[in-house]
């Protein structure tokens, strides 16, 4: 069965520090997608990154890299230089090539950056 | 462009009454999902929609919840006989396709039944 498992319920950090969020997945299928969201006090998720099981490269985007490693079935999420508008509620999510499309959603980390 | 909108933003009912929310997807997107979140949880999927036929509800909780939606546009998703453990946040995504592209959420349905 599908699952994702994101230990990490809390974590609090100091301004400019590095902080990665781990996201673990368990899955049958050997085509399916990963997904990162970011849920901000307002409530609204907005979309971060999306990535399939065929492509294991890591991602950069700004402050923000991706690790995907099929062989831990992880897909951690790191955030460099952390900044208090990065404060937030993180979920990973998986979505499997034969579901049409529905995301199963971890439990969420709640990142906290303090000035 | 218009991303996704849900109406109403808030909702209080009493237990019992019967509730309805609603989901304007982003224009062109064909596929639409519903998850419930509640207090301090993931989300949770519900069900979707392939332009208006629902090829997944495996989501809905029980036969009190029910949703329809209208060609490739408005969705509405229906709570009978609400319950206090209904309250939640009900979260309407949409995407261009439903093959695992990416889902654009709207601001959500804050319901809480009394």
């Known amino acids: 069965a599908q699952k994702v498992t994101q230990a990490q319920t809390e974590i609090s950090v100091v301004e400019k520090e590095d902080v990665t969020l781990d996201c673990v997945y368990e899955?049958?299928?050997?085509?399916?997608?990963l997904f990162w969201y970011k849920q901000p006090p307002s409530g609204e998720l907005v979309f971060l990154i999306r990535?399939?099981?065929?492509?294991?490269q890591n991602e950069i985007s700004g402050r923000y890299s991706w690790n995907f490693q099929k062989s831990t079935s992880s897909f951690n999420f790191t955030i460099t230089a952390s900044q208090v508008v990065d404060s937030a509620v993180y979920f990973c999510?998986?979505?499997?090539?034969?579901?049409?499309?529905?995301?199963?959603f971890g439990q969420g980390t709640e990142l906290s950056v303090k000035p | 462009g218009a991303g996704v909108s849900q109406s109403p933003s808030n909702k209080v009912t009493e237990k019992g009454k019967d509730v309805e929310l609603r989901c304007d997807p982003i224009?062109?997107?064909?596929?639409l999902y519903w998850y419930r979140q509640r207090l301090g949880q993931g989300l949770e999927f519900l069900i979707y929609?392939?332009?208006?036929?629902?090829?997944?509800k495996s989501g809905l909780p029980s036969d009190r919840f029910s949703a329809e939606r209208t060609g490739e546009s408005v969705s509405t998703l229906t709570i009978q006989r609400t319950q206090q453990e209904d309250s939640a946040v009900y979260l309407c995504?949409?995407?261009?396709?439903?093959?695992?592209?990416?889902?654009?959420f709207g601001p959500g349905t804050r319901l809480l039944v009394l």
């Open positions: 999510a998986l979505s499997e090539g034969n579901q049409g499309g529905k995301l199963i």
């Open positions: 224009s062109g997107h064909t596929a």
């Open positions: 929609f392939q332009g208006n036929s629902a090829p997944d």
């Open positions: 899955t049958r299928d050997t085509t399916y997608y």
């Open positions: 990535r399939n099981s065929f492509d294991e």
């Open positions: 995504a949409s995407s261009q396709t439903s093959v695992q592209e990416t889902q654009y």
